[in-house]
Nanobody, 117 residues
Framework: VQLQASGGGVVQAGGSLRLSCKAP???????????MAWYRQVPGNQRELVAS???????DYADSVAGRFTASRDNGQRKVYLQMNSLKPEDTAVYFC?????????WGRGTQVTVSS
């Protein structure tokens, strides 16, 4: 299973980015029934949970991003998204998508987000 994350880049504080993560080789039913999440990591720090998008229910967010970030999923496309608005320099990190599905747990490679002040 391969998770492919994209959408990172460099943006000024207050700007927006939209991250995408797709699992093109995952069986549709497996993806749809799994829990997905976005994490981020700054060098020297532990990986931090940003948002979780479970099979059912509304996404959950870290306090640091609540109200600014919106996570969503498109099961038909095997994709998850992270819309990031009002970005702050402290949001600078490598962002990873994560999948916990019936056949295991998987991480994407990560995409760099840099927010300049």
């Amino acid at each position: 299973v391969q998770l492919q994350a994209s959408g990172g880049g460099v943006v000024q504080a207050g700007g927006s980015l939209r991250l995408s993560c797709k699992a093109p080789r995952m069986i549709l039913s497996t993806f749809s029934s799994g829990d997905m999440a976005w994490y981020r990591q700054v060098p020297g720090n532990q990986r931090e949970l940003v948002a979780s998008i479970r099979q059912r229910g509304s996404p959950d967010y870290a306090d640091s991003v609540a109200g600014r970030f919106t996570a969503s999923r498109d099961n038909g496309q095997r994709k998850v998204y992270l819309q990031m608005n009002s970005l702050k320099p402290e949001d600078t990190a490598v962002y990873f998508c994560y999948a916990k599905v019936s056949c295991g747990e998987f991480w994407g490679r990560g995409t760099q987000v840099t927010v300049s002040s």
